[in-house]
Protein backbone atom coordinates (compact mmCIF):
# COMPACT_ATOMS: atom_id res chain seq x y z
CA UNK A 1 0.00 0.00 0.00
CA UNK A 2 1.42 3.38 -0.88
CA UNK A 3 1.01 6.69 1.67
CA UNK A 4 -2.13 8.14 -0.03
CA UNK A 5 -3.54 4.06 0.25
CA UNK A 6 -2.98 3.90 4.53
CA UNK A 7 -3.82 7.65 4.98
CA UNK A 8 -7.40 7.13 3.17
CA UNK A 9 -7.70 3.28 4.73
CA UNK A 10 -6.98 5.06 8.26
CA UNK A 11 -9.09 7.97 7.79
CA UNK A 12 -12.07 5.26 6.58
CA UNK A 13 -11.54 2.85 9.04
CA UNK A 14 -11.43 4.89 12.31
CA UNK A 15 -14.69 6.82 10.94
CA UNK A 16 -16.57 3.48 10.29
CA UNK A 17 -15.44 2.79 13.86
CA UNK A 18 -16.21 5.62 15.52
CA UNK A 19 -19.58 5.50 13.95
CA UNK A 20 -20.61 2.02 15.01
CA UNK A 21 -19.95 3.13 18.51
CA UNK A 22 -22.13 6.32 18.52
CA UNK A 23 -25.11 5.08 16.39
CA UNK A 24 -24.77 1.46 18.69
CA UNK A 25 -24.35 3.45 21.72
CA UNK A 26 -27.64 5.75 21.02
CA UNK A 27 -29.61 2.17 20.02
CA UNK A 28 -28.45 0.40 23.12
CA UNK A 29 -29.52 3.61 25.57
CA UNK A 30 -32.36 3.86 23.47
CA UNK A 31 -33.73 -0.38 23.39
CA UNK A 32 -32.51 0.22 27.77
CA UNK A 33 -35.16 2.64 27.98
CA UNK A 34 -37.81 0.50 26.42
CA UNK A 35 -37.06 -2.49 28.46
CA UNK A 36 -36.13 -0.63 31.76
CA UNK A 37 -39.41 -1.53 33.23
CA UNK A 38 -39.34 -5.10 32.20
CA UNK A 39 -35.82 -5.17 33.69
CA UNK A 40 -37.36 -3.85 36.94
CA UNK A 41 -40.74 -6.32 37.24
CA UNK A 42 -38.70 -9.07 36.51
CA UNK A 43 -35.90 -8.45 38.76
CA UNK A 44 -33.23 -9.34 36.36
CA UNK A 45 -29.49 -8.60 37.68
CA UNK A 46 -27.36 -6.46 36.12
CA UNK A 47 -25.03 -9.65 35.37
CA UNK A 48 -28.01 -11.08 33.32
CA UNK A 49 -29.04 -7.23 31.65
CA UNK A 50 -25.03 -6.59 30.69
CA UNK A 51 -23.67 -9.86 29.75
CA UNK A 52 -26.29 -12.09 28.45
CA UNK A 53 -28.44 -9.44 27.05
CA UNK A 54 -26.64 -6.47 25.59
CA UNK A 55 -23.36 -7.98 25.73
CA UNK A 56 -25.15 -10.24 22.66
CA UNK A 57 -26.96 -7.43 21.57
CA UNK A 58 -24.21 -5.22 20.82
CA UNK A 59 -22.84 -8.28 18.53
CA UNK A 60 -26.17 -8.53 17.04
CA UNK A 61 -27.29 -5.05 15.80
CA UNK A 62 -23.58 -4.05 15.39
CA UNK A 63 -23.36 -6.84 11.96
CA UNK A 64 -26.85 -5.93 11.03
CA UNK A 65 -26.98 -2.37 10.79
CA UNK A 66 -22.74 -2.90 9.46
CA UNK A 67 -24.20 -2.05 5.68
CA UNK A 68 -25.71 1.48 6.57
CA UNK A 69 -22.58 2.07 9.18
CA UNK A 70 -20.35 1.64 6.78
CA UNK A 71 -22.09 3.61 3.71
CA UNK A 72 -22.18 6.88 6.10
CA UNK A 73 -18.72 6.44 6.69
CA UNK A 74 -17.86 6.57 3.47
CA UNK A 75 -20.21 9.18 2.25
CA UNK A 76 -18.22 11.33 5.88
CA UNK A 77 -14.80 10.48 4.92
CA UNK A 78 -15.01 11.03 0.84
CA UNK A 79 -17.11 14.53 1.49
CA UNK A 80 -14.16 15.77 3.92
CA UNK A 81 -11.40 14.76 1.56
CA UNK A 82 -13.87 16.81 -1.54
CA UNK A 83 -14.47 19.88 0.51
CA UNK A 84 -10.91 20.28 1.73
CA UNK A 85 -9.79 19.82 -2.31
CA UNK A 86 -7.88 16.77 -1.44
CA UNK A 87 -9.51 14.13 -3.52
CA UNK A 88 -9.45 16.74 -6.10
CA UNK A 89 -5.60 17.10 -5.46
CA UNK A 90 -5.16 13.26 -5.83
CA UNK A 91 -6.84 13.15 -9.20
CA UNK A 92 -4.78 16.33 -10.62
CA UNK A 93 -1.33 14.59 -9.33
CA UNK A 94 -2.16 11.36 -11.89
CA UNK A 95 -4.23 9.19 -9.90
CA UNK A 96 -7.06 7.45 -11.48
CA UNK A 97 -10.14 7.62 -10.07
CA UNK A 98 -10.46 4.23 -10.04
CA UNK A 99 -7.20 3.57 -8.40
CA UNK A 100 -8.94 5.90 -5.52
CA UNK A 101 -11.33 3.47 -4.51
CA UNK A 102 -8.84 0.63 -3.65
CA UNK A 103 -8.22 1.79 0.04
CA UNK A 104 -12.36 1.87 0.16
CA UNK A 105 -12.73 -1.20 -1.18
CA UNK A 106 -10.20 -3.13 1.07
CA UNK A 107 -11.83 -1.90 4.18
CA UNK A 108 -15.14 -3.14 2.57
CA UNK A 109 -14.18 -6.23 1.26
CA UNK A 110 -12.55 -6.57 4.95
CA UNK A 111 -15.53 -5.65 7.05
CA UNK A 112 -17.68 -8.18 4.98
CA UNK A 113 -15.44 -11.18 5.38
CA UNK A 114 -16.53 -10.19 8.78
CA UNK A 115 -19.93 -9.65 8.59
CA UNK A 116 -20.41 -13.22 6.58
CA UNK A 117 -18.02 -15.17 9.51
CA UNK A 118 -20.12 -13.82 12.27
CA UNK A 119 -23.88 -14.17 10.33
CA UNK A 120 -23.21 -17.71 9.90
CA UNK A 121 -21.10 -19.27 13.02
CA UNK A 122 -20.45 -16.82 15.66
CA UNK A 123 -23.57 -14.36 15.63
CA UNK A 124 -26.49 -17.55 15.52
CA UNK A 125 -24.14 -18.86 18.99
CA UNK A 126 -24.49 -15.52 21.04
CA UNK A 127 -27.91 -14.29 19.48
CA UNK A 128 -28.97 -17.96 21.76
CA UNK A 129 -28.50 -16.45 24.76
CA UNK A 130 -29.73 -12.84 23.86
CA UNK A 131 -33.25 -15.12 22.41
CA UNK A 132 -33.38 -17.03 25.56
CA UNK A 133 -33.23 -13.76 27.67
CA UNK A 134 -35.88 -11.80 25.29
CA UNK A 135 -38.25 -15.13 25.85
CA UNK A 136 -37.53 -15.14 30.00
CA UNK A 137 -38.26 -11.24 30.78
CA UNK A 138 -39.44 -9.54 27.75
CA UNK A 139 -42.01 -11.74 25.84
CA UNK A 140 -45.13 -12.59 27.17
CA UNK A 141 -45.30 -16.26 28.59
CA UNK A 142 -45.53 -18.47 25.30
CA UNK A 143 -49.20 -20.20 24.54
CA UNK A 144 -48.74 -22.71 21.47
CA UNK A 145 -52.84 -21.68 20.02
CA UNK A 146 -52.62 -24.35 16.80
CA UNK A 147 -55.47 -26.31 16.20
CA UNK A 148 -55.47 -29.37 13.25
CA UNK A 149 -51.61 -29.82 13.50
CA UNK A 150 -50.49 -32.11 10.83
CA UNK A 151 -47.63 -33.93 10.71
CA UNK A 152 -46.22 -36.11 7.92
CA UNK A 153 -43.46 -38.46 10.17
CA UNK A 154 -42.28 -41.02 7.66
CA UNK A 155 -42.69 -42.56 4.68
CA UNK A 156 -46.70 -42.79 4.36
CA UNK A 157 -47.29 -42.07 8.16
CA UNK A 158 -48.86 -38.97 9.41
CA UNK A 159 -49.85 -37.11 12.78
CA UNK A 160 -52.63 -35.42 13.65
CA UNK A 161 -53.46 -33.29 16.99
CA UNK A 162 -56.16 -31.17 17.69
CA UNK A 163 -54.45 -29.02 19.88
CA UNK A 164 -51.67 -28.77 22.26
CA UNK A 165 -50.90 -27.93 25.62
CA UNK A 166 -46.92 -26.86 25.67
CA UNK A 167 -46.95 -26.09 29.49
CA UNK A 168 -48.01 -29.66 30.38
CA UNK A 169 -46.79 -31.08 27.28
CA UNK A 170 -49.90 -33.19 26.21
CA UNK A 171 -52.02 -33.43 23.11
CA UNK A 172 -55.11 -34.05 22.71
CA UNK A 173 -57.31 -35.87 19.64
CA UNK A 174 -54.33 -37.75 18.68
CA UNK A 175 -54.27 -39.76 15.40
CA UNK A 176 -51.46 -41.49 13.38
CA UNK A 177 -52.31 -42.75 10.06
CA UNK A 178 -50.60 -44.76 7.35
CA UNK A 179 -51.77 -44.72 3.99
CA UNK A 180 -50.13 -46.45 1.03
CA UNK A 181 -51.16 -46.04 -2.79
CA UNK A 182 -54.38 -43.11 -1.33
CA UNK A 183 -55.52 -45.71 0.52
CA UNK A 184 -55.72 -45.91 4.55
CA UNK A 185 -53.90 -48.83 5.96
CA UNK A 186 -53.97 -48.25 9.73
CA UNK A 187 -54.93 -45.57 11.94
CA UNK A 188 -54.04 -45.31 15.46
CA UNK A 189 -56.45 -42.87 17.72
CA UNK A 190 -55.96 -41.74 20.90
CA UNK A 191 -57.94 -38.96 23.25
CA UNK A 192 -54.30 -38.19 25.10
CA UNK A 193 -50.60 -38.38 24.28
CA UNK A 194 -48.29 -36.79 26.33
CA UNK A 195 -44.44 -36.07 26.74
CA UNK A 196 -42.73 -38.29 28.89
CA UNK A 197 -39.39 -36.24 30.04
CA UNK A 198 -38.00 -39.30 32.25
CA UNK A 199 -37.94 -41.68 29.33
CA UNK A 200 -38.05 -38.85 26.86
CA UNK A 201 -41.02 -40.39 24.70
CA UNK A 202 -44.48 -40.24 23.80
CA UNK A 203 -46.73 -41.94 26.34
CA UNK A 204 -50.51 -42.52 24.51
CA UNK A 205 -53.34 -43.61 26.47
CA UNK A 206 -56.32 -45.24 26.34
CA UNK A 207 -55.46 -45.86 22.24
CA UNK A 208 -57.37 -47.59 19.45
CA UNK A 209 -55.94 -49.06 15.99
CA UNK A 210 -57.73 -49.64 13.05
CA UNK A 211 -56.74 -51.74 10.12
CA UNK A 212 -58.29 -52.19 7.41
CA UNK A 213 -57.72 -55.12 4.49
CA UNK A 214 -59.63 -55.31 1.04
CA UNK A 215 -61.96 -57.57 2.74
CA UNK A 216 -63.03 -55.99 6.78
CA UNK A 217 -61.81 -54.26 9.21
CA UNK A 218 -59.64 -54.87 12.33
CA UNK A 219 -59.73 -53.42 15.87
CA UNK A 220 -57.37 -53.35 18.95
CA UNK A 221 -57.82 -51.46 21.96
CA UNK A 222 -55.15 -50.85 24.47
CA UNK A 223 -54.60 -49.02 27.67
CA UNK A 224 -51.53 -47.57 27.25
CA UNK A 225 -48.44 -47.53 24.89
CA UNK A 226 -44.80 -45.65 25.29
CA UNK A 227 -43.85 -44.79 21.86
CA UNK A 228 -41.25 -43.06 19.92
CA UNK A 229 -41.93 -40.71 17.37
CA UNK A 230 -39.80 -37.72 15.56
CA UNK A 231 -41.98 -35.57 17.13
CA UNK A 232 -40.41 -32.99 19.94
CA UNK A 233 -41.88 -30.70 22.54
CA UNK A 234 -39.78 -28.01 21.10
CA UNK A 235 -41.58 -28.28 17.98
CA UNK A 236 -44.58 -26.47 19.96
CA UNK A 237 -42.28 -24.32 21.99
CA UNK A 238 -41.82 -20.33 20.69
CA UNK A 239 -40.45 -19.64 17.79
CA UNK A 240 -39.38 -15.83 18.46
CA UNK A 241 -36.41 -15.55 16.35
CA UNK A 242 -35.27 -19.27 15.94
CA UNK A 243 -33.73 -18.68 12.70
CA UNK A 244 -31.62 -16.24 14.28
CA UNK A 245 -30.02 -18.83 16.34
CA UNK A 246 -29.32 -20.99 13.52
CA UNK A 247 -26.03 -21.58 11.65
CA UNK A 248 -25.83 -22.43 8.06
CA UNK A 249 -26.10 -26.09 8.77
CA UNK A 250 -28.58 -25.79 11.52
CA UNK A 251 -30.98 -23.80 9.39
CA UNK A 252 -30.71 -26.47 6.27
CA UNK A 253 -31.00 -28.90 8.01
CA UNK A 254 -34.18 -26.84 9.67
CA UNK A 255 -35.83 -26.24 6.47
CA UNK A 256 -35.46 -29.98 4.97
CA UNK A 257 -36.89 -31.58 8.01
CA UNK A 258 -39.76 -29.08 8.51
CA UNK A 259 -40.09 -29.99 4.30
CA UNK A 260 -40.42 -33.60 4.89
CA UNK A 261 -42.88 -33.10 7.99
CA UNK A 262 -45.31 -31.10 5.14
CA UNK A 263 -44.82 -27.90 7.55
CA UNK A 264 -44.11 -25.25 5.58
CA UNK A 265 -45.75 -22.26 6.96
CA UNK A 266 -43.23 -19.46 8.57
CA UNK A 267 -40.56 -21.27 5.93
CA UNK A 268 -40.26 -18.06 4.66
CA UNK A 269 -38.26 -16.31 7.22
CA UNK A 270 -35.84 -19.12 7.50
CA UNK A 271 -34.88 -19.12 4.23
CA UNK A 272 -34.65 -15.50 4.13
CA UNK A 273 -32.66 -15.57 6.72
CA UNK A 274 -30.56 -17.60 5.00
CA UNK A 275 -30.11 -15.61 1.98
CA UNK A 276 -29.85 -12.69 3.78
CA UNK A 277 -26.37 -13.66 4.76
CA UNK A 278 -24.90 -14.07 2.29
CA UNK A 279 -26.62 -10.76 0.58
CA UNK A 280 -25.48 -8.70 3.67
CA UNK A 281 -21.55 -8.66 2.59
CA UNK A 282 -22.25 -8.11 -0.92
CA UNK A 283 -24.58 -4.69 0.43
CA UNK A 284 -21.28 -3.99 2.51
CA UNK A 285 -18.95 -3.45 -0.94
CA UNK A 286 -21.73 -1.80 -2.59
CA UNK A 287 -22.93 0.89 -0.42
CA UNK A 288 -18.95 1.63 0.22
CA UNK A 289 -18.54 2.04 -3.47
CA UNK A 290 -21.98 3.99 -4.29
CA UNK A 291 -20.68 6.25 -1.21
CA UNK A 292 -17.48 7.29 -3.17
CA UNK A 293 -19.21 8.37 -5.72
CA UNK A 294 -21.71 10.18 -4.30
CA UNK A 295 -19.31 12.28 -2.20
CA UNK A 296 -16.34 12.89 -4.08
CA UNK A 297 -17.52 16.01 -5.92
CA UNK A 298 -16.83 19.08 -4.12
CA UNK A 299 -20.05 20.64 -2.93
CA UNK A 300 -21.18 24.34 -2.60
CA UNK A 301 -23.33 23.31 0.49
CA UNK A 302 -20.36 21.88 2.30
CA UNK A 303 -19.86 18.34 3.62
CA UNK A 304 -23.33 18.70 5.80
CA UNK A 305 -25.31 18.05 2.53
CA UNK A 306 -23.05 14.95 1.39
CA UNK A 307 -24.11 13.67 4.50
CA UNK A 308 -27.72 14.98 5.10
CA UNK A 309 -28.05 12.88 1.17
CA UNK A 310 -25.75 9.67 2.63
CA UNK A 311 -28.19 9.51 5.30
CA UNK A 312 -31.18 9.81 2.82
CA UNK A 313 -30.33 7.34 0.80
CA UNK A 314 -29.36 4.59 3.62
CA UNK A 315 -32.59 5.50 4.68
CA UNK A 316 -34.28 4.54 1.14
CA UNK A 317 -31.93 1.26 1.77
CA UNK A 318 -33.32 0.25 4.61
CA UNK A 319 -36.74 0.45 3.64
CA UNK A 320 -35.86 -1.38 0.51
CA UNK A 321 -34.71 -4.17 2.60
CA UNK A 322 -37.57 -3.93 4.87
CA UNK A 323 -40.08 -4.22 1.99
CA UNK A 324 -37.90 -7.27 0.18
CA UNK A 325 -37.80 -9.32 3.49
CA UNK A 326 -41.49 -9.10 4.41
CA UNK A 327 -42.02 -9.91 0.77
CA UNK A 328 -39.62 -13.11 0.99
CA UNK A 329 -41.32 -14.21 3.91
CA UNK A 330 -44.87 -13.60 3.45
CA UNK A 331 -43.92 -15.67 -0.10
CA UNK A 332 -45.05 -12.49 -2.71
CA UNK A 333 -41.83 -13.30 -4.06
CA UNK A 334 -38.54 -15.63 -3.84
CA UNK A 335 -36.66 -15.56 -0.88
CA UNK A 336 -33.64 -14.91 -3.05
CA UNK A 337 -34.76 -12.07 -4.70
CA UNK A 338 -36.63 -10.71 -2.02
CA UNK A 339 -32.94 -10.29 0.17
CA UNK A 340 -30.79 -8.76 -3.27
CA UNK A 341 -33.77 -5.96 -4.19
CA UNK A 342 -32.55 -3.50 -2.30
CA UNK A 343 -28.23 -4.45 -3.47
CA UNK A 344 -29.37 -4.81 -7.12
CA UNK A 345 -31.07 -1.44 -6.95
CA UNK A 346 -28.58 0.25 -5.32
CA UNK A 347 -25.56 -1.14 -8.05
CA UNK A 348 -27.26 -0.64 -10.73
CA UNK A 349 -27.16 3.57 -9.18
CA UNK A 350 -24.08 3.26 -7.96
CA UNK A 351 -23.00 2.34 -11.80
CA UNK A 352 -24.68 5.32 -12.49
CA UNK A 353 -23.06 7.38 -10.35
CA UNK A 354 -19.58 6.11 -11.22
CA UNK A 355 -20.62 7.11 -15.05
CA UNK A 356 -20.90 10.32 -13.97
CA UNK A 357 -18.66 11.15 -11.72
CA UNK A 358 -15.95 14.27 -12.71
CA UNK A 359 -12.69 12.25 -12.70
Given at each position: M??I???I????????VFV?????S??????Y???S???????????E?F????F????????M??P???FI????????LA?????I????G????????LP?L??A????????Y??????PQS?????E????YI????????????F??A????A??????N????G??????KI????L?E????????????K????I?D?M?????E?????VR?????????IRP??F?S?????????F????N???E?????Q?????????E?Y?R??S?FA???????GVT???K??R??????I?????L?????I???I??SM???G????Q?S??????????????L??????
Amino acid sequence: MKIIDRYIFKQFLTTYVFVVLVMVSVICVIDYSEKSDDFLRNNVSAKEIFVDYYFNFVIYITNMISPLLIFIATVFVTSRLAARTEFIAMISGGISYRRLMLPYLLVAILVASGTFYLNGWVIPQSNKARVEFEVAYIKRPFSYDERNVHFKIAPNVYAYMQSYNNRTHTGRKFTLEKIIDNRLVEKLSAEIIKWDSLKKSWHIEDYMIHRFTEEREYIVRTRGLDTLLPIRPQDFESKHNLHETMTFKQLDNYIEEQLERGQTKDLGKFYVEKYQRFASPFAIIILTFMGVTVSSKKSRQGTSAQIAIGFILAFIFLIFVIIGRSMGQNGAIPPQLSVWIANIIFAVVAVYLYIRAPK
